[in-house]
């Protein structure tokens, strides 16, 4: 299983960011990297793809942006393992799952 880094849990979290959600605090990247300890025995795509929306939102390791980090990071995961969700396609009458 392709798992994701503490690198690409930054370059999502500076990426997510908005100008004004960048504040003299560090990030605490130890708890960033706790967050992404317990996927490393988990075979299963879908269950670290849980386990990281939980555990990097309730860690709050980032100054900002944590939970959009979080599911970012949960669908890089599910994507780079065959599973990634439906894309959705605006269609003339409301929106359709493809």
Do not use: C, H
């Not at 992404?36 to 980032?62: G, N």
């Amino acid at each position: 299983m392709i798992r994701p880094s503490l690198e690409l849990a930054v370059a999502l979290n500076e990426a997510v960011r908005e100008d004004d959600e960048w504040f003299d605090e560090p990030d605490d990247l130890e708890r960033v990297a706790g967050a992404l300890a317990p996927i490393e025995s988990i075979e299963d795509p879908v269950a670290p793809a849980a386990v990281l929306v939980y555990r990097v939102t309730r860690a709050q390791a980032f100054g900002e942006a944590n939970k959009r980090t979080a599911l970012l990071r949960a669908r890089w995961l599910l994507d780079r393992n065959g599973l990634g969700s439906p894309s959705f396609r605006r269609r003339t009458v409301g929106w359709r799952i493809s």
